[in-house]
């Protein structure tokens, strides 16, 4: 098998719902069991008395494949799903950038800072990290703050896109 089949294996399985895999391993699990017990008797003999332990174990080695393909595609969908959630909200009031506490006061209390910086780890061409300036003293007064700097979120525009 090439590494580009393996690749594409994957990314099939990542974009497979679960009834799916379900359904083909009915079909694969079989002969994925064959071919490794195969294998494995060529290159060193399993006496009968393992035999079961090892379809056992490799019933467990496939699923346990499967489960961190799909736990991943999971993780990496609920970064995209926030990632235009913020983005929408962002655009929306047309800003450009916005503190990590107005984005989990305002948007969902779910998006702690280290959640949002997940996202922008995960989208490095969509979103960076600012400070953000403090607040005018006459807004101080209004809203009884102290001046601080807070950290936040800054939406990359398609022009800051093409200088890099």
Request: charged letters at 35%.
């Amino acid at each position: 098998m090439k590494t580009n089949d393996a690749f594409k294996l994957i990314e099939f399985i990542r974009e497979s719902k679960i009834g799916d895999i379900f359904l083909i391993s009915f079909i694969v699990l079989p002969v994925f069991l064959f071919a490794w017990f195969k294998f494995f008797n060529e290159f060193c003999p399993i006496p009968e008395k393992w035999t079961m332990w090892s379809i056992i174990s490799l019933i467990i080695v496939y699923a346990g494949s499967i489960f961190l393909v799909k736990r991943h595609q999971y993780k990496k969908n609920k970064f995209k799903k926030a990632a235009i959630i913020i983005k929408t909200y962002i655009e929306s009031r047309n800003w450009t950038k916005m503190s990590f506490e107005r984005i989990k006061s305002d948007i969902n209390e779910e998006y702690t800072e280290k959640f949002v910086r997940e996202i922008m780890k995960e989208f490095p061409h969509e979103f960076s990290s600012v400070n953000l300036k403090k607040l005018k003293e006459k807004k101080l007064k209004e809203k009884k703050k102290k001046a601080e700097n807070k950290n936040g979120l800054k939406i990359i525009d398609k022009e800051e896109k093409e200088e890099d």
